[in-house]
């Protein structure tokens, strides 16, 4: 696997190494101990899926708060979409700063999104689907959020939402507060 640092410290684009031949290729995805040797988190508490059948679509950006916050491994295992993370940790150089990336089924790109930032993402394809490896498990009472279209973030999103949730919608601006 090729891992690259972003400019959101400890959040990490993973690339995998492909190995071909006349029959496609072979790649690692994950390895515990390469994982460890780059310093990220390689528990694995749950595994989840995010199906979107319209283009379009936003979720995010959610995060849990601590003592539950959680690291992420993100992949797009069909179609495309625009991952994007926030930085929210208040002593981070890239407080407030966003990243944004592409990943796709094609691409087989995957995102490391580490503790205290949130996520988010936006389908450019019909069909779309993310899976997400988790180092914590859900707790109800810890998921939190800021909104995707706050402007303290500037996030340029590529499309316009066809398809959101309320609660995404209802998050209160982040201008003047921590991630609470």
């Known amino acids: 696997m090729i891992f690259t640092q972003t400019a959101v410290p400890g959040a990490v684009v993973i690339e995998p190494e492909r190995s071909a031949d ?14 460890a040797a780059h310093g990220l988190d390689a528990r694995v508490a749950q595994c989840n899926i995010s199906f979107n059948r319209a283009k379009g679509t936003l979720r995010g950006l959610h995060f849990q708060r601590p003592p539950h916050a959680e ?12 991952d994007v993370i926030v930085d929210l940790r208040p002593d981070s150089p890239a407080f407030c700063r966003h990243l944004a990336i592409e990943l796709s089924a094609r691409n087989h790109t995957m995102l490391y999104v580490p503790k205290g930032v949130a996520h988010g993402f936006q389908t450019l394809e019909d069909e779309s689907e993310v899976f997400y490896q988790m180092s914590a498990p859900y707790e109800r009472d810890a998921a939190a959020g800021v909104r995707w279209d706050d402007a303290a973030f500037a996030i340029a999103w590529p499309l316009g939402v066809s398809v959101g949730s309320a609660r ?8 003047g507060r921590e991630a609470r």
């Open 22 to 35: 006349e029959r496609g290729f072979f790649a690692r995805t994950f390895c515990v101990h390469e994982f």
């Open 71 to 82: 690291a992420k491994l993100v992949r797009c295992t069909a179609g495309r979409v625009y």
């Open 168 to 175: 995404d919608r209802s998050y209160p601006d982040f201008v």
